[in-house]
């Protein structure tokens, strides 16, 4: 199946930084990747959804100044968390399709944000 | 995207098949039916998907109702490796259409 990369793995930063979470295709182009949000014990739930060179489509409750996505490029996806709080502390999942292979989606490994 | 019911935890011993069941009572002619599982802090891993007709591949078995009301996950010889939360997700293949992830099951693979 297609290789999706998140970086960083992990991440520890002070309330009120950002922090930004990159989100990359490795072996195909993803002309739209999709961006998760899992808390603890909780199943995942989509955030936005990342189109190459045009902005993201966000799901109601999620908002867009606080949740920066850019999708400059076919294998590059990135959630930058503005103004960081403690409550935005989460795992953090992309996932992409590649659409010349079918329609499963595949998903980056996570990464975990900690705001002190 | 249709509604799936599952069971919220399951045990099985190492070796044995595990069966996953999932309940889509309202799934539409044009709905398939997706596997994923997560293992503890990892990102979900496609599992496999079928329409109507039962699929397999190296990983699994999906075996889909007549009626498609419900399915079953066959994961034939258990591995410890094969502890995670099993998601059932039914959805309309288009280009556009997205993953609506649930509670899933949480499959318990004990030696």
């Known amino acids: 199946g297609a290789v999706v990369s998140q970086h960083p793995s992990w991440v520890i930063c002070k309330s009120g930084t950002s922090v930004k979470i990159e989100c990359r295709s490795l072996d195909f182009q993803a002309t739209t990747m999709f961006w998760y949000r899992q808390f603890p014990k909780q199943s995942l739930m989509l955030m936005a959804t990342s189109n190459e060179g045009s902005k993201a489509t966000y799901e109601q409750g999620v908002e867009k100044d606080k949740f920066l996505i850019n999708h400059a490029s076919l294998t590059l996806s990135t959630l930058t968390v503005t103004s960081a709080h403690p409550e935005d502390s989460s795992f953090y999942i992309c996932?992409?399709?590649?659409?010349?292979?079918?329609?499963?989606?595949?998903f980056g490994p996570g990464t975990r944000l900690t705001v002190t | 995207d249709a509604k799936t019911t599952q069971p919220p935890s399951m045990d099985c011993a190492e070796g044995r098949a595990a069966n996953l069941p999932c309940n889509h009572s309202t799934i539409s002619g044009n709905e398939y039916v997706y596997w994923y599982r997560q293992i503890h802090s990892q990102g979900p891993q496609y599992i496999i998907h079928?329409?109507?007709n039962n699929e397999t591949n190296e990983m699994a078995s999906l075996i889909i109702t007549e009626d498609r009301k419900s399915s079953t996950l066959i994961l034939p010889h258990a591995t410890l490796r094969d502890t995670a939360v099993y998601y059932c997700?039914?959805?309309?293949?288009?280009?556009?259409?997205?993953?609506?992830f649930g509670k899933g099951t949480m499959l318990l693979v004990s030696p």
């Open positions: 996932g992409s399709r590649d659409e010349g292979q079918g329609e499963e989606q595949y």
């Open positions: 997700i039914v959805r309309a293949d288009s280009g556009y259409s997205t993953l609506t």
């Open positions: 079928g329409l109507k």
